[in-house]
């Protein structure tokens, strides 16, 4: 059996799997947002792609068919699904997605990178890394990700001067950082094609409990000004489902978003061990996935979004999510 909607949101559900990292490729431990710190594959099959996190205690498990090299995951002890196993540039399969400071300042419950408390990269290191990268063939675009080391003018400045020192590429190039008033215009100026200034969540009441950081109203300006700037089809958000939302709440602010010419990303919600007790969040079933991929959709549409055409960062990636365009 191939991957297909269904499937595809049947796994992000789960979101992890049992497999012996001795059939894995090479990795890289993502080092930002939700995911950081560990470790996971890419699986392909019929046409879909999807990210799953390695822990032995899915109710997944993955083997080897040694007849064909596929990857078979099974579950309650009969095939689920096949494909094979796609390798990393950085981060995921056709991008180099990098991230620039390991740290952050604030403390949203949700995301582990305040408790790690890791690197700050220097542009040098940064440049090598997309140069291997680059060596490896496949890299279709760059992205450029950050925690908040001191501020966010910091960090935007930081990808400023990097975004100018990777156009040499000449593929497109998409920032996520906190924004800040000027980081529309400062980043497009540098050269950068896409921005994503993450909402997190549009649910006033929980933003207030888990988003530690400045008002959401803020990055709700900065994404209107970011539309003006980049355009339609350029600015994106992460908006995350099961942090006890309803799909009412995402549905009518999904729709205040893409009004706006943002294409909202549904992310669905993973407690990082390291934030186990901070937060109440329940992974969304597949069915509640594929609705809010279908309303996705419906919304993108009315209002003339494409969610296939973005070059960088999670939409062509699509392992995270059902992206409405490419997945259904
Ligand atoms: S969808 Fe986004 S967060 Fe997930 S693997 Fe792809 S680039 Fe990373």
Same mark, same amino acid.
């Given at each position: 059996?191939?991957?297909?909607?269904?499937?595809?949101?049947e796994?992000? #559900?789960?979101?992890?799997?049992?497999?012996?990292?001795?059939?894995?490729?090479?990795?890289?431990?993502p080092?930002?947002?939700?995911?950081?710190?560990?470790?996971?594959?890419?699986?392909?099959?019929?046409?879909?792609?999807?990210?799953?996190?390695?822990?032995e205690?899915?109710?997944?498990?993955?083997?080897?068919?040694?007849?064909?090299?596929?990857?078979?995951?099974?579950?309650?002890?009969?095939?689920?699904?096949?494909?094979?196993?796609?390798?990393?540039?950085?981060?995921?399969?056709?991008?180099a997605?990098?991230?620039?400071?390991?740290?952050?300042?604030?403390?949203?419950?949700?995301?582990?990178?305040?408790?790690?408390?890791?690197?700050?990269?220097?542009?040098?290191?940064?440049?090598?890394?997309?140069?291997?990268?680059?060596?490896?063939?496949?890299m279709?675009?760059? #992205?450029?990700?950050?925690?908040?080391?001191?501020?966010?003018?910091?960090?935007? +400045?930081?990808?400023?001067e990097l975004?100018?020192?990777?156009?040499?590429?000449?593929?497109?190039?998409?920032?996520?950082?906190?924004?800040?008033?000027?980081?529309?215009?400062?980043?497009?100026?540098a050269?950068?094609?896409?921005?994503?200034?993450?909402?997190?969540?549009?649910?006033?009441?929980?933003?207030?409990?888990?988003?530690?950081k400045?008002?959401?109203?803020?990055?709700?300006?900065?994404?209107?000004?970011?539309?003006?700037?980049?355009?339609?089809?350029?600015?994106?958000?992460?908006?995350?489902?099961?942090?006890?939302?309803?799909?009412?709440?995402?549905?009518?602010?999904?729709?205040?978003?893409?009004?706006?010419?943002?294409?909202p990303?549904?992310?669905?919600?993973?407690?990082?061990?390291?934030?186990?007790?901070?937060?109440?969040?329940?992974?969304?079933?597949? +069915?509640?996935?594929?609705?809010?991929?279908?309303m996705?959709?419906?919304?993108?549409?009315?209002?003339?979004?494409?969610?296939?055409?973005?070059?960088?960062?999670?939409?062509?990636?699509t392992?995270?999510?059902?992206?409405?365009?490419?997945?259904?």
């Amino acid at each position: 059996m191939k991957m297909n909607a269904q499937i595809k949101a049947e796994l992000i #559900s789960i979101g992890a799997i049992d497999i012996d990292p001795s059939i894995l490729g090479r990795l890289t431990i993502p080092t930002a947002g939700p995911g950081a710190g560990g470790k996971a594959f890419f699986f392909k099959s019929g046409g879909h792609r999807v990210r799953l996190v390695v822990d032995e205690g899915s109710p997944l498990r993955a083997v080897k068919d040694n007849d064909n090299g596929e990857i078979v995951i099974i579950k309650g002890g009969k095939e689920f699904v096949r494909g094979t196993i796609e390798e990393e540039l950085i981060h995921c399969p056709e991008q180099a997605y990098i991230t620039m400071s390991e740290r952050c300042i604030y403390d949203c419950k949700f995301c582990p990178v305040p408790k790690l408390n890791g690197k700050v990269k220097s542009s040098e290191e940064l440049l090598a890394l997309v140069e291997e990268a680059f060596k490896l063939g496949r890299m279709k675009g760059i #992205s450029l990700t950050s925690g908040v080391e001191v501020s966010p003018e910091k960090e935007v +400045e930081r990808a400023a001067e990097l975004v100018k020192k990777l156009k040499k590429y000449n593929v497109p190039i998409g920032v996520s950082v906190y924004p800040t008033k000027a980081s529309s215009r400062i980043l497009k100026e540098a050269g950068a094609s896409e921005v994503k200034y993450n909402v997190e969540t549009m649910d006033r009441e929980l933003y207030e409990k888990y988003c530690k950081k400045p008002p959401l109203d803020f990055t709700l300006e900065c994404l209107k000004d970011a539309v003006k700037i980049f355009g339609k089809n350029n600015v994106f958000t992460n908006f995350i489902a099961g942090l006890g939302e309803t799909d009412e709440t995402i549905e009518e602010n999904y729709e205040i978003l893409a009004k706006m010419g943002v294409i909202p990303i549904i992310r669905a919600v993973g407690v990082h061990p390291l934030r186990f007790g901070e937060l109440e969040a329940e992974r969304p079933t597949a +069915e509640r996935l594929l609705k809010l991929a279908k309303m996705s959709r419906r919304i993108l549409d009315k209002y003339g979004l494409d969610a296939s055409k973005a070059k960088t960062m999670c939409l062509p990636c699509t392992g995270c999510d059902l992206n409405p365009h490419v997945d259904l």
